[in-house]
C-alpha cells in the first residue's frame, strides 16, 4: 500500500474513532436529565443528545478540514480537504436540525419557557439560527451570485462565533459536560480550535 493512502486511511481511522468514542459520553455520563425519562421519551432524548454531539464532532472538524494545515494537504491534497469540508457541512446542517426535534420530542414538543435559567438552551437556539444560513450561504453562494470575497470574509467571520456558541451551549447545556473527561476533552478541543484560528489569522 502507498504511503499516502495508509496515512489517508489513518486518518479516516482516526475520524471514525473520535466521533465513536465522543457518542459513547451519553451513556458513560449520564446526566440527571435522564433519570426521569422512560420508554419512547427517553430514547429520544439519548439519540437527541447524541445527535447534539454528533453535530459538535463534526463542527470541530469543519476547522481542521478548513485549516490548511500542510501535512493534511500532502495527504489529502487541498482539493480533496475543500469537498469534505463542502460535505461535512451538509451533513452536520442535518444533524444540527435533527437534534433540537428530537430534545424537544422527548419533552413532547413542550418549548422551554422564555425564563433566564434557559439561557444555555436558547444559546443553542442562537447558534442553529446562525448555522442555518451561513451553509445555505456557502451551498447557494454561486446561485446567489454573492461576490467570492464578500462571501468569504463572511465565512471567515462568522466560523469562530458559531465554534464559541457551540462551546458555550454544549458545556452549560448538559450536566454531562461539566466536570471529569468529557469536559477535559471539549476544552482540548477548544485549545486546538484556537490555535488552528490564531494559525489563520497571524500572517
Ligand atoms: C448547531 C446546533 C447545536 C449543537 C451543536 C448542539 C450541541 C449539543 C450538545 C453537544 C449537547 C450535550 C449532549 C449531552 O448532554 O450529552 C446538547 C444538549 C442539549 N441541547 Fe443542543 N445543540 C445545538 C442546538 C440546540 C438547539 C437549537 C436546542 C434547542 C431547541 C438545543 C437544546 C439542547 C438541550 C435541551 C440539551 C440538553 C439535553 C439534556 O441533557 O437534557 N440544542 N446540545
Ligand atoms: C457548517 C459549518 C462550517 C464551518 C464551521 C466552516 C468553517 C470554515 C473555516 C474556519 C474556513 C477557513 C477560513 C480561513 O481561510 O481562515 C472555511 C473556509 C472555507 N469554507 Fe467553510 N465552513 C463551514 C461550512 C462550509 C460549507 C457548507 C461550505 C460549502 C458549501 C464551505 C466552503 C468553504 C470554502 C470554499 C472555504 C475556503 C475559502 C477560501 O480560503 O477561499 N464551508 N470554512
Not at 458513560?28 to 429520544?44: A, H, N, Q, V
Not at 447534539?52 to 489529502?76: D, K, P
Not at 487541498?78 to 435533527?98: C, D, E, P
Not at 447545556?173 to 497571524?202: D, H, K, N, Q, T
Amino acid at each position: 500500500m502507498k504511503n499516502n493512502s495508509f496515512l489517508r486511511l489513518t486518518g479516516i481511522f482516526v475520524f471514525g474513532v473520535v466521533l465513536y468514542a465522543a457518542c459513547t459520553i451519553p451513556f458513560y455520563f449520564e446526566s440527571p436529565s435522564m433519570y426521569y425519562k422512560t420508554g419512547m421519551d427517553r430514547l429520544m432524548l439519548r439519540s437527541g443528545k447524541i445527535f447534539g454531539i454528533i453535530t459538535t464532532v463534526l463542527l470541530l472538524f469543519q476547522v481542521v478540514l478548513a485549516s490548511r494545515l500542510q501535512v493534511l494537504n500532502q495527504v489529502f491534497t487541498a482539493k480533496k480537504l475543500f469537498q469534505y469540508h463542502r460535505t461535512n457541512g451538509l451533513i452536520l446542517f442535518v444533524s444540527a436540525m435533527i437534534h433540537p426535534i428530537l430534545i424537544l420530542g422527548a419533552d413532547h414538543f413542550v418549548f422551554f419557557p422564555f425564563e433566564s435559567r434557559y439561557w444555555p438552551e436558547f444559546i443553542g437556539v442562537f447558534l442553529l439560527m446562525v448555522l442555518l444560513p451561513f451553509v445555505l450561504l456557502s451551498v447557494w453562494q454561486k446561485k446567489l451570485g454573492l461576490n467570492y470575497n464578500t462571501w468569504k470574509l463572511f465565512h471567515k467571520t462568522l466560523a469562530p462565533v458559531i465554534l464559541i456558541l457551540l462551546f458555550i451551549h454544549a458545556m452549560n447545556v448538559s450536566r454531562s459536560f461539566e466536570s471529569g473527561w468529557p469536559f477535559y476533552l471539549l476544552s482540548a478541543a477548544g485549545l486546538i480550535m484556537v490555535f488552528l484560528f490564531a494559525r489563520r489569522a497571524l500572517p
